[in-house]
């Protein structure tokens, strides 16, 4: 037996080794700006920047800074800005999403607690078409809500393991599950496995093959295919959260946005 212990320990020792890479990723410091937050979202690809402060959004462009204030809704979960032309906000505690114009006027609000088969929303995107990603809770499956047509087409069947976290493009919806299972769904309904993914305080997926994860007061880039961790060099002690988008990580702390260059493997 004392034979089988010193083997699994060895085992254990080489898995770690392979895990997490000795090379951390390098990054380039551009500048840092201040900015009275509560929880920074990221920005656009027209560069303008998204915060929420006193659960109102802020949208941060080169000349001003707009906001969306519902707080009749409950608090804000989640914004998708992917499209600067069109906002999602969700609204989880009253079961609803509000459609905003780059203004942040308000242009549409879908209340799921009306919907004839009701859905218990716990994902949203913006998708193609007219389209959003929406997932129900209740029964664990995906679909297609259409904003013009009012109509939800669901396109995956249901998952046996809860969804605890996601992203989403036009074409693609990540899930990740409570086995920390990580799957890509396509806009015609077809569901890839890609991997599992380390234990994290907060991760963001990147594409298919990368993510950004923090840890224990630490932020790594993960290689979903080979299985490898590796340390992400930032001069901060201290991270509320972050945002990577175009090559750029966005640190946020203690009302501080700092931009670095990081180029992934």
Same mark, same amino acid.
């Given at each position: 037996?004392?034979?089988?212990?010193? *083997?699994?320990?060895?085992?254990?020792?080489f898995v770690t080794a392979i895990t997490f890479s000795q090379t951390p990723?390098?990054?380039?410091?551009?500048?840092?700006?201040?900015?009275?937050?509560?929880?920074?979202? +990221?920005?656009?690809?027209?560069?303008?920047? $998204? #915060?929420?402060?006193?659960?109102?959004?802020? /949208?941060?462009?080169? &000349?001003?800074?707009?906001?969306?204030?519902?707080? +009749?809704? %409950?608090?804000?979960?989640?914004?998708?800005?992917?499209?600067?032309?069109?906002?999602?906000?969700? $609204?989880?505690?009253?079961? @609803?999403?509000?459609?905003?114009?780059?203004?942040? &006027?308000?242009?549409k609000r879908i209340d799921f607690n009306l919907s004839p088969t009701f859905?218990?929303?716990?994902?949203?995107?913006?998708? #193609?078409?007219?389209?959003?990603?929406?997932?129900?809770? &209740?029964?664990?499956?995906?679909?297609?809500?259409?904003?013009?047509?009012?109509?939800?087409?669901?396109i995956t069947v249901p998952n046996s393991n809860p969804l605890v976290n996601?992203?989403?493009?036009?074409?693609?919806? $990540?899930?990740?599950?409570?086995? /920390? !299972?990580?799957?890509?769904?396509?806009?015609? +309904? !077809?569901? @890839?496995?890609? +991997?599992?993914?380390?234990?994290?305080?907060?991760?963001?997926?990147?594409? #298919?093959?990368?993510?950004?994860?923090?840890?224990?007061?630490?932020? $790594?880039?993960?290689?979903? #295919? /080979? %299985?490898?961790?590796? /340390?992400?060099?930032? @001069?901060?002690?201290?991270?509320?959260?972050?945002?990577?988008?175009?090559?750029?990580?966005?640190? *946020?702390?203690?009302?501080?946005?700092?931009?670095?260059?990081?180029?992934?493997?």
């Amino acid at each position: 037996m004392q034979h089988t212990h010193y *083997f699994f320990s060895w085992i254990c020792s080489f898995v770690t080794a392979i895990t997490f890479s000795q090379t951390p990723v390098k990054t380039e410091k551009l500048d840092s700006i201040s900015w009275d937050i509560d929880r920074y979202l +990221g920005f656009d690809q027209q560069l303008n920047q $998204y #915060a929420i402060k006193d659960n109102v959004v802020l /949208k941060r462009t080169k &000349n001003e800074v707009l906001v969306y204030k519902n707080l +009749g809704l %409950g608090k804000i979960e989640r914004v998708d800005f992917q499209n600067p032309l069109q906002l999602v906000v969700f $609204y989880k505690e009253f079961n @609803t999403l509000v459609l905003l114009d780059n203004q942040l &006027n308000e242009t549409k609000r879908i209340d799921f607690n009306l919907s004839p088969t009701f859905i218990q929303l716990e994902a949203m995107g913006l998708s #193609a078409q007219n389209q959003l990603w929406v997932y129900d809770g &209740n029964s664990n499956r995906l679909g297609l809500y259409s904003t013009t047509k009012d109509l939800t087409n669901w396109i995956t069947v249901p998952n046996s393991n809860p969804l605890v976290n996601y992203t989403s493009d036009y074409t693609f919806f $990540y899930g990740i599950d409570s086995q /920390k !299972k990580l799957t890509t769904s396509s806009i015609y +309904g !077809k569901v @890839t496995a890609l +991997g599992s993914l380390p234990n994290h305080d907060s991760i963001q997926l990147v594409d #298919a093959t990368t993510a950004l994860y923090f840890m224990k007061q630490q932020l $790594y880039l993960y290689e979903i #295919a /080979k %299985g490898i961790s590796r /340390k992400i060099e930032i @001069t901060e002690n201290f991270v509320d959260n972050f945002f990577f988008k175009d090559g750029i990580l966005v640190i *946020f702390t203690q009302n501080k946005i700092t931009n670095y260059k990081l180029i992934l493997p």
